[in-house]
């Protein structure tokens, strides 16, 4: 689920802004009940609900329906606010309890919604699907009738009620449209070429694999700007007018490279951190099921785990799933558009959009051939349409889980993955046989002559070509150098023959892990959580290297000089080093750009340190002046000069006082924490960050504040599945008041794992809550 929006926030305003008395009481008194009994109408036979110490449930039932009965009845019990936020904001109906501020979004939320063949939708994912998903919303359902006379704390607040779900809710596609990319970057380069030149657009924003800017198709960029994508942003989802963010590590190694002799697989996923946490940890277990990890708390099955033949993980693979089409409009009827050289209508859909405290509002949905019109520029004759591969059936992200959960080989596993659509996602793989694979999955539209890299007009020039067979996507088997690993890097094998997308994650983490692994060792759980939370940045040292080869330093800016150059390159949250670097890395990149780049864009383009590296390392005139390195140098010493005086004023006079987690810090508030009252229930006190956007501990986000990371942790050991280990923030529960609605946030912050039980056995050791879900 998305980190739920400010706008939402705006529930409380509809809310008495009087104190309400003894609200923590309120809280406690409608907990959801997690031990004892509870009848459930519709189960077969009782179900065993185990909460381990660390709030993860371990649900034993006898057959799949009572299983998936039990994780939506469960999943509510946690997350029920969280929940039914999830639905509104998937079926378009936020505005309801958010007012008029979130009508964009739900009109935006009613063009992506699915509109076609259900059981073509439904059998996708996998032959039960269907009826894994009515089980699971009768689950939900259930907990919401037995919560009906004691709502959690939230509903009671914001004067809301939870509404019935259908199967229909888990297919989602707002959700899913988060995770896919790249129309974001294809009008950021439209934008920077018409403005700056294709030349220099290239050079800012280069694809890998290389193709041109200059080389692709051109017509109709006029006018193209930030405000076409006004309605998808409106949503808050990563769709963000910038290069794509860091994301997730992935590695897993032979027993070649274990102490144990057997398979280890590490992953961490990284979306934005939010209060509830997006993931969600449950064990599953019943005939066929025995599989444990995480997911997201409004979908059945486990995402990211292991079952008891086979371990898996992911990290986004960045390949293209969306198009930008500049369609023409008919000047004598605007709701028709020119495909091949006729007028075709627009298909228009009106639906009226309900707004609390207002009239409703009427919503007129247009679609073309390739999809929603998101934009339309009426003086132009335009409307701009996205192509995606949301409107193609078994694209809910995530829900090709349910076949993926029950995986017990690696043909098993690669046959899983052909129905794996949505995100896009590198999965790496072991069994307990000793093996280990990585497999790219994901639906990826074929352009035959176009790269995909700009908007591109809607006559019929540039069409998809169905899609890439899921088994031509790369993957590898038990590799000679004994492991595999990713981190949203381009991760094309040499001479592979199909363009996947060209807008990856720097390589700095995946080189990293490549480094530490490729130097061998008989790894252990242990080493493997201090890699996960590593913050050595390769850019940082890179930086710094540059940066001892600058002349002309003042005698009082060599000290300086000097402290950065022995300085490590690690950005622990206690170093002080690590803080000037990040205030003298921020001011960097625009202080090397400005020479070519309008003062607009440098806050849009001057953060991909990459690019500054390039320049640094090879200065030329026309970034540098006509003595290159002379004024490459003069630059990097007045930029830290600068950042020196903004250190002091920050973090005081005393540099040995100075510390990078003063700066660098991630704060989980709820959105119904406003006023002193409810702070104190919803909100969490921030916590110190080391690392950045280049570290393996991924944390980053506007300013120096930490919004994105990995909030969920796995290690899995398959020599033994309950060694593994898994770190999960700021709790399982999104109750306040609840034991697990932050009792992790400390384990996370210092970088420690709790066990992820797998046997009977000792789930039963370390059970704290026993409850039965009986018929």
């Known amino acids: 689920m998305k980190r739920l929006l400010p706008l939402i926030a705006l529930?409380?305003?509809?809310?008495?802004?009087?104190?309400?008395?003894?609200?923590?009481?309120?809280?406690?008194?409608?907990?959801?009940?997690?031990?004892?009994?509870?009848?459930?109408?519709?189960?077969?036979?009782?179900?065993?609900?185990?909460?381990?110490?660390?709030g993860v449930p371990h649900i034993f039932a006898e057959t799949q329906d009572d299983l998936f009965l039990a994780q939506g009845f469960v999943a509510a019990q946690d997350r029920l606010w969280q929940l039914e936020i999830w639905r509104r904001t998937g079926e378009g109906r936020l505005a309801e309890i958010a007012g008029p501020e979130a009508v964009e979004r739900d009109r935006f939320a009613r063009l992506l919604r699915y509109r076609g063949d259900l059981a073509a939708e439904y059998a996708s994912y996998a032959p039960d699907a269907k009826r894994i998903l009515e089980a699971f919303v009768r689950g939900v359902n259930a907990a919401i009738a037995a919560s009906r006379d004691r709502l959690p704390i939230e509903f009671q607040l914001a004067g809301v009620r939870p509404e019935p779900?259908?199967?229909?809710?888990?297919?989602?596609?707002?959700?899913?449209?988060?995770?896919?990319?790249?129309?974001?970057?294809?009008?950021?380069?439209?934008?920077?070429?018409?403005?700056?030149?294709w030349q220099l657009a290239d050079e800012l924003m280069p694809a890998e694999p290389r193709r041109p800017l200059q080389a692709q198709p051109h017509a109709g960029l006029e006018g193209v700007d930030e405000k076409i994508l006004s309605l998808p942003r409106s949503t808050n989802v990563p769709l963000h007018f910038q290069a794509a963010a860091n994301g997730s590590n992935n590695w897993v190694v032979d027993g070649t490279l274990s102490a144990t002799g057997r398979p280890l697989l590490a992953n961490d996923p990284h979306r934005e951190l939010s209060l509830p946490s997006l993931r969600y940890l449950v064990h599953l277990v019943a005939p066929g099921w025995n599989v444990i990890g995480a997911g997201e708390p409004a979908l059945p099955g486990v995402a990211a785990g292991h079952n008891d033949r086979a371990a898996f993980g992911f990290t986004i693979a960045m390949i293209d799933q969306q198009d930008l089409y500049v369609e023409e409009t008919n000047t004598a009827n605007p709701d028709e558009v020119r495909f091949q050289r006729r007028w075709e209508p627009m298909r228009v859909v009106?639906?009226?959009?309900?707004?609390?405290?207002?009239?409703?509002?009427?919503?007129?949905l247009k679609f073309t051939r390739h999809g929603p019109v998101i934009h339309e520029d009426r003086e132009r004759h335009r409307a701009y349409v996205l192509r995606?591969?949301?409107?193609?059936?078994?694209?809910?992200?995530?829900?090709?889980?349910?076949?993926?959960?029950?995986?017990?080989?690696?043909?098993?596993f690669r046959k899983a993955l052909e129905r794996w659509k949505v995100p896009s996602e590198n999965l790496?793989?072991?069994?307990?046989?000793?093996?280990?694979?990585?497999?790219?999955?994901?639906?990826?539209?074929?352009?035959?002559?176009?790269?995909?890299?700009?908007?591109?007009?809607g006559a019929g020039e540039y069409e998809w070509q169905g899609f890439l067979p899921a088994a031509e996507l790369p993957s590898a088997f038990n590799p000679a150098r004994h492991f595999l690993a990713t981190a949203n890097?381009?991760?094309?094998?040499?001479?592979?023959?199909?363009?996947?997308?060209?807008?990856?994650?720097?390589?700095?983490?995946?080189?990293?892990?490549?480094?530490?692994?490729?130097?061998?060792?008989?790894?252990?759980?242990?080493?493997?959580?201090?890699?996960?939370?590593?913050?050595?940045?390769?850019?940082?040292?890179?930086?710094?290297?540059?940066?001892?080869?600058?002349?002309?330093?003042?005698?009082e800016l060599r000290p300086w000089?000097?402290?950065?150059?022995?300085w490590d390159g690690i950005l622990a949250k206690g170093s002080a080093a690590a803080a000037l670097y990040e205030i003298w890395a921020a001011k960097l990149g625009p202080a090397v750009l400005k020479a070519r780049v309008p003062e607009k864009w440098l806050p849009i383009v001057a953060g991909r340190l990459e690019q500054v590296i390039a320049l640094l390392r090879d200065p030329k005139p026309e970034w540098f002046g006509q003595d290159p390195r002379a004024g490459r140098d003069a630059l990097l010493l007045q930029s830290l000069e600068a950042a020196i005086a903004e250190a002091k004023k920050r973090l005081g006079p005393d540099p040995a006082k100075w510390r990078w987690g003063t700066l660098h810090t991630a704060t989980f508030r709820h959105v119904l924490g406003t006023g002193p009252e409810r702070q104190a229930l919803f909100n969490l006190p921030p916590v110190e960050r080391g690392g950045d956007g280049y570290t393996l501990n991924?944390?980053?986000?506007?300013?120096?504040?930490?919004?994105?990371?990995?909030?969920?942790?796995?290690?899995?050991?398959?020599?033994?599945?309950?060694?593994?280990?898994?770190?999960?923030?700021?709790?399982?529960?999104?109750?306040?008041?609840?034991?697990?609605?932050?009792?992790?946030?400390?384990?996370?912050?210092?970088?420690?794992?709790?066990?992820?039980?797998?046997?009977?056995?000792?789930i039963e050791e370390a059970a704290t809550e026993r409850l039965v879900l009986a018929p």
């Open 561 to 566: 000089v000097d402290r950065l150059t022995r």
């Open 165 to 197: 779900w259908t199967p229909e809710v888990c297919l989602n596609r707002l959700a899913a449209f988060g995770m896919t990319i790249n129309s974001s970057q294809e009008v950021l380069r439209a934008k920077l070429g018409t403005d700056l030149g």
């Open 350 to 364: 009106r639906e009226s959009i309900a707004v609390k405290g207002r009239e409703p509002v009427a919503a007129e």
């Open 11 to 54: 529930a409380v305003g509809l809310i008495s802004a009087a104190p309400v008395p003894d609200l923590a009481t309120r809280t406690r008194a409608v907990l959801a009940k997690t031990s004892g009994t509870i009848q459930i109408p519709g189960l077969r036979h009782p179900v065993t609900v185990l909460r381990d110490r660390w």
């Open 388 to 412: 995606w591969v949301g409107s193609e059936p078994g694209t809910a992200g995530y829900l090709a889980s349910l076949s993926l959960d029950r995986a017990r080989n690696w043909p098993d």
């Open 489 to 555: 890097n381009d991760i094309l094998p040499p001479g592979y023959p199909h363009e996947l997308g060209y807008d990856w994650g720097d390589p700095a983490r995946a080189l990293r892990i490549a480094e530490v692994l490729g130097a061998g060792g008989k790894f252990t759980v242990a080493n493997f959580e201090r890699l996960q939370y590593e913050e050595v940045s390769p850019v940082a040292r890179a930086l710094v290297k540059i940066l001892g080869e600058a002349r002309g330093a003042s005698p």
């Open 428 to 457: 790496v793989y072991a069994d307990v046989d000793g093996n280990i694979g990585w497999q790219v999955a994901g639906l990826t539209p074929v352009r035959k002559g176009w790269a995909g890299l700009l908007p591109v007009p």
């Open 698 to 762: 991924v944390g980053e986000g506007p300013g120096f504040s930490v919004t994105h990371g990995a909030s969920f942790r796995e290690i899995l050991d398959l020599g033994n599945w309950d060694r593994s280990v898994a770190t999960s923030v700021p709790g399982q529960s999104g109750q306040p008041g609840s034991l697990h609605y932050a009792d992790l946030l400390l384990l996370w912050a210092e970088g420690k794992y709790f066990p992820l039980l797998y046997s009977r056995k000792k």
